[in-house]
């Protein structure tokens, strides 16, 4: 039990200490990730080239001089959100190559220069959020020559101190988080020569000070999460009316009507500043309270302001006090905020307005109308270039387009993610400059000519198009990508274009008579639609690759099934597919030649011959056998060539059926039975016959001995041994020149005596004895 319980423990501390390697892991570039492991020390036996070490959320109340010791390649280090209340004074001495640390919100309540002595490497220090309210009493940065982007303070944060800056020359960004800030050392932010980036939350009674420090070092001025409820909190930005700021930034900000309007009065005054610009900022009350707004112009061109909030948006007076400001304005952005109406008066007043972006608003055909003043005979926005109405209301296109007729100056339409879904069928009326014309993620699901043949430039993308068939001469860029098309538009209808984005398409290929129509300019992006992979298809992408936008990524094969999703450079089909035409030529020429091979072979191994045969001895065994009571009616059935039948019927059949013991014999010509096939006949024959003669002469052996051969060898009617055959040998014949093929007759000549027709006269009444002897039945002799 002791045991047990020891090895238990042991077990345990093993898993523990086996933790920090097993649940950190690094990656390639030598990053550890080991936040959110309630890690309560900074780990050890992590790599010793360890780069990156993210040690974020986790529960580490001390660093200590150790800790990262063996570390010394470390260039990220972050440890915010940690319970950091001491870092010992060595601990980051060893980090020689330490480029950004995160210490932020922790609970650090006293910072000291002594850490970062060593860090000349460091470009980003994160020190907000901890419970320090002061960054000390001695240079706390120092020794930080690299720095470039610093964040610090905090809820509690009280004093800014002159000596904290020293040494820091040149940053990039700074971030100050003092919304309680009590003390503010004059000119402690005036050491700093250039910060492109500040961004301040702090007690607006402090906020001109340090605004006047920082007047002519700063290019982008943030203010953030801060509440503007007086005329007074706007004061501390009169000091930017000469300054180096070029952007005005106020983010999360809370406005109300009052300090609004000082606003816009103090804007009249900026002589440098171009931007002013609004994110996610509310604004409260009703635009009520006009300002006294002289007719000045400022340097403020470009406002931005996105997803501003308006809580009485319904009751939001129509800010038309502000029209003396407005005509200096070239860009106004007003994005994701409440905008449904431009009063008129606003619009008309819009006299220098090139860009005008209102994309996410709530803008309707009509209201549309209305603040182009069209019922009111035109004259909004005269210079207008650019105009943004995506993610609006707007429902009808020819409405549209006739309210935005009278821009004489309008080149650039954006009507991106409206409510359109049909055009008219007939021509729609435009401004007559259009060349740039967004209308995708709408619903159209037809193009008509409504669609102006001006454009250069027409994105149609993500609407439900199948075809797309209009001319346009004069467009350079087409976008139809996520339409339903399922082939590429005629390339002659644009003969000027340069890029055609088809991509997300039901595209099932193209071939060169769809892309010879385009100019040799054009290039195509023609990503992700259904490829059919045919083998011509493969041969002609592959071989025009030089137009494809995207290749080969994102080019895959949809069918058939065996390239499925294979990207198209790497598809191949089995060779059968692809050379079907050949191989179906090679194989009939092989089908051809293996017939007339075959043909051949039959012809010179007579296997007419023998199939006939077969055929014959086939129907003969189905033929019931009649050997045992076979009535023999004939001595002997003669077989002869027809050469020879002079012979036969004028010497040989006298001779032997005349005799005085006559004999019968079965001739062909005579006794066959008419319309029986011949081989069958000779098989009858010879069964009702004793003996079977047969008349060779080379003609008989050339015409007449092959239907005997083959029933010799399979038949068997007679064998070697008995006597049933006879051979008279009319001519002389070697036999050299009996065919190979006729085995049996060569054996039969061999084995058997045969009977040679003499040309003596004497001689031939001894055949004929000699004959009939041989005709003579066996049990007859005996
Ligand atoms: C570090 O971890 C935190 C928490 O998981 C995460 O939010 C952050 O993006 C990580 N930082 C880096 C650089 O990986
Ligand atoms: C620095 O501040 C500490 C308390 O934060 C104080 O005791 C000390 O006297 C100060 N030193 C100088 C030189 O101001
Ligand atoms: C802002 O600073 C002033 C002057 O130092 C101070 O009286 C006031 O309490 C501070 N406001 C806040 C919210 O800390
Ligand atoms: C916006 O500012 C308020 C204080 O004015 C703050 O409480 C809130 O967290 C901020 N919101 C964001 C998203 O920073
Ligand atoms: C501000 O603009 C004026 C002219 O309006 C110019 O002379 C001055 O140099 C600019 N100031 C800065 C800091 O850029
Ligand atoms: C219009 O605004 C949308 C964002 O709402 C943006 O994506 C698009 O590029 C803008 N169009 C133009 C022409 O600037
Ligand atoms: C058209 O507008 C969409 C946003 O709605 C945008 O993503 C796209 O880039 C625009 N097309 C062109 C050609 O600018
Ligand atoms: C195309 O552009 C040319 C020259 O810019 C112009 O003359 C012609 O009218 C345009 N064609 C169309 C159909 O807009
Ligand atoms: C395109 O065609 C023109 C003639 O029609 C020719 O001069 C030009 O060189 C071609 N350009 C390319 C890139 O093939």
């Given amino acids: 039990m002791y045991i047990y319980s020891i090895c238990i423990i042991y077990l345990l501390a093993i898993a523990e200490l086996s933790k920090g390697n097993t649940d950190c892991p690094c990656d390639a570039a030598h990053f550890c990730h080991c936040s959110s492991m309630h890690w309560e020390a900074i780990p050890s036996g992590l790599p010793r080239d360890v780069r990156g070490l993210n040690l974020s959320s986790n529960a580490i109340q001390i660093v200590t001089e150790t800790d990262l010791k063996p570390y010394d390649q470390l260039q990220t280090l972050l440890l915010q959100y940690n319970a950091i209340h001491t870092i010992n004074d060595g601990s980051f001495q060893p980090l020689g190559n330490l480029e950004e640390l995160d210490l932020s919100y922790n609970n650090l309540v006293l910072l000291s220069s002594v850490w970062f002595r060593n860090l000349n490497k460091l470009k980003h220090l994160n020190l907000l959020g901890n419970q320090y309210i002061t960054l000390g009493n001695d240079s706390l940065f120092a020794s930080l020559s690299s720095l470039s982007s610093l964040q610090f303070g905090n809820q509690n944060f009280d004093a800014i101190q002159k000596q904290s800056f020293e040494g820091l020359e040149r940053l990039n960004t700074l971030e100050i988080n003092a919304a309680q800030l009590t003390l503010y050392e004059e000119g402690s932010l005036g050491r700093m020569k250039q910060i492109y980036h500040t961004i301040l939350r702090v007690n607006l009674t402090l906020l001109p000070a340090l605004l006047k420090d920082l007047v002519h070092s700063v290019t982008l001025l943030e203010i953030t999460d801060t509440e503007f409820s007086t005329p007074a909190d706007m004061q501390a930005f009169e000091v930017l009316a000469y300054t180096s700021v070029k952007q005005f930034i106020f983010r999360n900000c809370t406005i109300v009507d009052v300090s609004g309007y000082r606003f816009v009065e103090i804007i009249q005054t900026y002589r440098n500043i171009t931007d002013v610009v609004m994110k996610n900022c509310r604004l409260l009350g009703r635009g009520l309270d006009c300002p006294n707004l002289k007719r000045t112009t400022s340097s403020v061109t470009t406002i931005i302001i996105n997803n501003i909030e308006v809580s009485l948006y319904y009751i939001f007076s129509d800010l038309s006090s502000l029209h003396q400001i407005i005509p200096q304005f070239t860009y106004v952005t007003v994005t994701d905020s409440p905008v449904y109406l431009i009063p008129c008066q606003f619009s008309q007043s819009f006299t220098s307005l090139q860009y005008l972006d209102v994309s996410g608003g709530k803008l309707d055909n009509t209201y549309l109308g209305s603040s182009v003043c ?409």
């Fill in 374 to 782: 069209y019922h009111e005979g035109g004259g909004a926005c005269p210079k207008l270039q650019t105009l943004n109405v995506s993610r609006n209301l707007l429902t009808s296109v020819p409405k549209v387009a006739q309210f935005l007729s009278g821009l004489n100056y309008l080149t650039n339409l954006d009507i991106s993610q409206n409510k359109f879904s049909e055009l008219s069928t007939s021509k729609c009326q435009w401004p007559k400059n259009l060349k740039y014309l967004n209308i995708s993620n709408n619903q159209i699901n037809i193009i008509t000519t409504c669609i102006p043949p001006t454009l250069q430039i027409l994105d149609v993308s993500s609407n439900y198009l199948t075809v797309f068939a209009i001319e346009m001469p004069n467009l350079t860029e087409l976008y139809i990508s996520n339409n339903r098309l399922s082939k590429l538009p005629e390339g002659m209808y644009f003969t000027s274009l340069v890029l055609l984005s088809i991509s997300r398409n039901d595209l099932n290929g193209f071939g060169q008579s769809d892309l010879e129509l385009f100019s040799n300019r054009t290039i195509l992006d023609a990503r992700a639609n259904n490829y059919k992979c045919s083998c011509q298809f493969l041969d002609f992408i592959r071989s025009n690759t030089a137009v494809l936008v995207g290749w080969p990524d994102n080019y895959k094969c949809a069918s058939p099934a065996s390239v499925k999703d294979v990207q198209i450079q790497d598809a191949n089909l089995p060779p059968l597919v692809c050379h079907k035409t050949l191989i179906v030529t090679l194989s009939c020429i092989l089908l051809i030649a293996l017939v007339a091979a075959i043909v051949a072979l039959c012809h010179f191994l007579h296997v007419v011959w023998y199939a006939k045969m077969t055929w014959a001895w086939l129907k003969a065994k189905r033929k019931p056998l009649k050997n045992c009571d076979r009535e023999i009616c004939f001595d002997g059935f003669v077989s002869y060539s027809e050469r020879d039948s002079e012979w036969v019927e004028n010497m040989m059949v006298p001779k032997l059926e005349n005799a005085t013991l006559a004999m019968k014999l079965c001739l062909h010509k005579r006794d066959f039975v008419p319309g029986k096939w011949i081989i069958d006949n000779i098989i009858d024959a010879m069964e009702k016959s004793y003996k079977t003669v047969f008349v060779l002469s080379e003609h008989f052996v050339r015409s007449e001995w092959c239907k005997y051969e083959l029933e010799f060898s399979h038949f068997r009617l007679f064998d070697e041994n008995n006597d049933s055959a006879i051979l008279i040998l009319l001519d002389p014949i070697e036999k050299e020149t009996v065919p190979k093929r006729f085995c049996k007759l060569r054996k039969l000549m061999n084995t058997k005596t045969y009977l040679e027709w003499p040309t003596d006269e004497e001689q031939q009444e001894v055949f004929w004895d000699n004959l009939k002897t041989a005709l003579q039945p066996a049990d007859y002799i005996n």
